[in-house]
């Protein structure tokens, strides 16, 4: 069975740095891109960026680059989504997500259970 | 960037009814590249539609997907109480790949 787990909440302060993981499972890690979305509090859903394990090719949203570094470790089957300085802004929930197929062109079929970030002061 | 829309903001129907939800984009999807999703209260996202048209696996044939080029629709037959979350569009043909703003469902 496929899964991918996520690790827990957190709370930060401004300015503060975090790395959130995505540990998969059930399938072959590097044949699948793995995508990063996020969820403001009460709001919809956008793309963060999208990696490719074999390589480590990365492509960010351009609202998030700069912003955010996603990152995996191939020999762990995990995916990471890192801040250097968070802000309040960033309070959401991450989900990562595996696509349908193996191509570029996929949806996200299998999600994560969602972290959520908490940024206060 | 494609701009999806989606209309209604609020649907509220009753069990059994028919739901239709529409999805506009900004730019003609090429190659079908739209998907639905279903978020019930709490939970991930669910893959209901890819493809315009081709059900996820798992979902019942009463969610159904159509439409081509800037307008798309899904529609739910004879919905049930489970129905109740809210369902974006997203199209996955130019990076950034973007969502809709989302329907809200109320059975």
């Known amino acids: 069975e496929v899964q991918l787990v996520q690790s827990g909440p957190e709370v930060k302060k401004p300015g503060e740095s975090l790395k959130i993981s995505c540990k998969a499972s059930?399938?072959?890690?590097?044949?699948?891109?793995i995508a990063w979305v996020r969820q403001m509090p009460g709001r919809g859903l956008e793309l963060v960026g999208i990696?490719?394990?074999?390589?480590?090719?990365?492509t960010y949203n351009p609202s998030f680059e700069g912003l955010v570094t996603i990152s995996v470790d191939k020999f762990l089957n995990t995916a990471y989504l890192e801040w250097r300085s968070l802000q309040t802004s960033d309070t959401a929930i991450y989900y990562c997500?595996?696509?349908?197929?193996?191509?570029?062109?996929?949806?996200?079929?299998?999600w994560g259970q969602g972290t959520l970030v908490t940024v206060s002061s | 960037e494609i701009v999806l829309t989606q209309s209604p903001g609020t649907l509220s129907l009753s069990p059994g009814e028919r739901a239709t939800l529409s999805c506009g984009a900004s730019?003609?999807?090429?190659?079908?590249?739209i998907a639905w999703y279903q978020q019930r209260p709490g939970q991930a996202p669910r893959l209901l539609i890819y493809?315009?048209?081709s059900r996820a696996y798992g979902i019942p044939d009463r969610f159904t997907g159509s439409g081509s080029g800037t307008d798309f629709t899904l529609t739910i037959s004879r919905l049930e109480p489970e129905d109740l979350a809210v369902y974006y569009c997203?199209?996955?043909?130019?990076?950034?790949?973007?969502f809709g703003p989302g329907t809200k469902v109320e059975v």
């Open positions: 997500a595996r696509p349908l197929g193996t191509s570029w062109h996929s949806p996200q079929d299998k």
């Open positions: 059930g399938y072959t890690f590097t044949y699948y891109w």
């Open positions: 990696i490719y394990p074999p390589d480590s090719d990365t």
């Open positions: 730019q003609t999807i090429h190659n079908d590249y």
């Open positions: 493809g315009v048209s």
């Open positions: 997203h199209q996955y043909y130019t990076s950034p790949w973007t």
